[in-house]
């Protein structure tokens, strides 16, 4: 069964609004989680590292203003686009840990968004 | 920059057929290599790994032997089923990288036929 769960699925929403998605470490404490975005066709690209009790570190290029990142839980990331625009249409993948692996993650399933 | 390099999909095969899923990398020092595997649906899972030159990774009747000579790691299966209908990703972790920091092929998206 999963253990990183990630809300919702799939997401269509107006240029200009926020929109969240939420990635959920399931029987499991993640201190760490990381956002990936997808584009079709192309590789996924980490977005940043979502850290529990600091902020996040975000990788070169990516807006920290827009991509908004919230480590609220040792169970709980948020990401956060703001103000969204077409652009941002992708797939946004959140990833944590596994427990005691060396060097392997947990990825959900991922979150569609649609910008109109 | 480190690299990772696939071969373009999709692959659609006919079951029992053989599999090899292209992968070639770019990067300095001694990386660890992966195959992931994302069913419909559903997250990426690790498939197999490999840390060091010549070691093979296996899993599920899947292998790839990590080849620091031809800087690959190709992904070979003798037979494939339905089931194993799914896209590929090949990726790299580099030691001194966050622990976040994989870096992906485009993947193969590959679809067996009964």
């Known amino acids: 069964g999963a253990v990183v769960s990630q809300h919702p699925s799939r997401v269509i929403c107006k240029s200009g609004t926020s929109v969240k998605i939420e990635c959920r470490s399931l029987?499991?404490?993640?201190?760490?989680m990381f956002w990936y975005r997808q584009f079709p066709k192309k590789s996924l690209m980490l977005m940043a590292t979502s850290n529990e009790g600091s902020k996040a570190t975000y990788e070169q290029g990516v807006e920290k203003d827009k991509f908004l990142i919230n480590h609220a839980s040792l169970t709980l990331s948020t990401l956060t686009v703001t103000s969204a625009h077409p652009e941002d249409s992708s797939f946004y993948i959140c990833s944590a840990p596994v427990p005691g692996g060396w060097n392997e993650q947990f990825f959900g399933p991922g979150t569609r968004l649609t910008v109109l | 920059g480190d690299s990772v390099t696939q071969m373009e999909g999709p692959v659609t095969l006919s079951e029992e057929a053989f599999l090899t899923i292209n992968c070639t990398y770019t990067?300095?020092?001694?990386?660890?290599l992966f195959w992931y595997v994302q069913y419909p649906g559903e997250g990426l899972q690790l498939l197999l790994k490999a840390t060091k030159a010549d070691d093979k990774g296996s899993n599920k009747g899947f292998e790839a032997t990590y080849r620091k000579e031809t800087t690959s790691f190709h992904l070979e299966k003798g037979s494939v089923q339905v089931s194993d209908s799914a896209v590929y990703f090949c990726a790299l972790l580099n030691y001194g990288g966050s622990q976040g920091n994989l870096i992906f092929g485009k993947g193969t998206k590959l679809s067996v036929k009964p």
């Open positions: 029987d499991f404490q993640a201190t760490t």
């Open positions: 990067a300095t020092g001694y990386p660890s």
